[in-house]
Antibody, heavy 119, light 108 residues
Framework: EVQLVESGGGLVQPGRSLRLSCAASGFIFDDYAMHWVRQAPGKGLEWVASISWNSVSIGYADSVRGRFTISRDNAKNSLSLQMNSLRAEDTALYYC????????????WGQGTPVTVSS | DIQMTQSPSSLSASVGDRVTITCRAGQGITNYLAWYQQKPGKVPKLLIYAASTLKSGVPARFSGSGSGTDFTLTISSLQPEDVATYYCQKYNSPLEFTFGPGTKVDIK
């Protein structure tokens, strides 16, 4: 059974940093591209960042490019999102999501970790 | 950036009704179009990928169709457990993904 467990969320002041992690199990991690998708309270889904199975291809939404960095460690079956210069509009539930390589859809979702950016 | 629109933004239908949700891309896209269901307070769930392929385990009353700029999600016979918000999602090369704004489905 696929399990994706996010951690690292919390309350942070504007301008500060936070690092999210996702522990993956139940599947062959390096068969999948990985993504972060977020959902602000009461709002829709927003893709944030993606990383290919071998970390060669990385992409970001315009709203986070230059502030967020996605990375993965295939040896540890883990995914990370380093979030710098956080803004109030980054407040959301952040989901760790799998994509079968080069299939371009989001197959399995974690439960999410909440991030609140507020002074 | 290719924008996605969904219509309607919300709908209310009776149990057993046929429900159709439309997703429109601002310009022609590949068939890398997926549909998700998010029930209140729950995690999104993949229903359909590659525009029309039903994910294993998803009830057959769900179907997807379309190509180019216009795609549809159809629920052939609405059930109470289908109350949810439905999102389309497309892929743009290179490495850009966009969700539609969502369609909220309720039971009348």
């Amino acid at each position: 059974e696929v399990q994706l467990v996010e951690s690292g969320g919390g309350l942070v002041q504007p301008g500060r940093s936070l690092r999210l992690s996702c522990a993956a199990s139940g599947f062959i991690f390096d068969d999948y591209a990985m993504h972060w998708v977020r959902q602000a309270p009461g709002k829709g889904l927003e893709w944030v960042a993606s990383i290919s199975w071998n970390s060669v291809s990385i992409g970001y939404a315009d709203s986070v490019r230059g502030r967020f960095t996605i990375s993965r460690d295939n040896a540890k079956n883990s995914l990370s999102l380093q979030m710098n210069s956080l803004r109030a509009e980054d407040t959301a539930l952040y989901y760790c999501v799998t994509e079968p390589t080069e299939q371009y859809y989001f197959e399995s979702w974690g439960q999410g970790t909440p991030v609140t950016v507020s002074s | 950036d290719i924008q996605m629109t969904q219509s309607p933004s919300s709908l209310s239908a009776s149990v057993g009704d046929r429900v159709t949700i439309t997703c429109r891309a601002g310009q022609g896209i590949t068939n890398y179009l997926a549909w998700y269901q998010q029930k209140p307070g729950k995690v999104p769930k993949l229903l359909i990928y590659a525009a029309s392929t039903l994910k294993s385990g998803v009830p057959a009353r769900f179907s997807g169709s379309g190509s180019g700029t216009d795609f549809t999600l159809t629920i052939s016979s609405l059930q109470p457990e289908d109350v949810a918000t439905y999102y389309c999602q497309k892929y743009n090369s290179p490495l850009e993904f966009t969700f539609g704004p969502g369609t909220k489905v309720d039971i009348k």
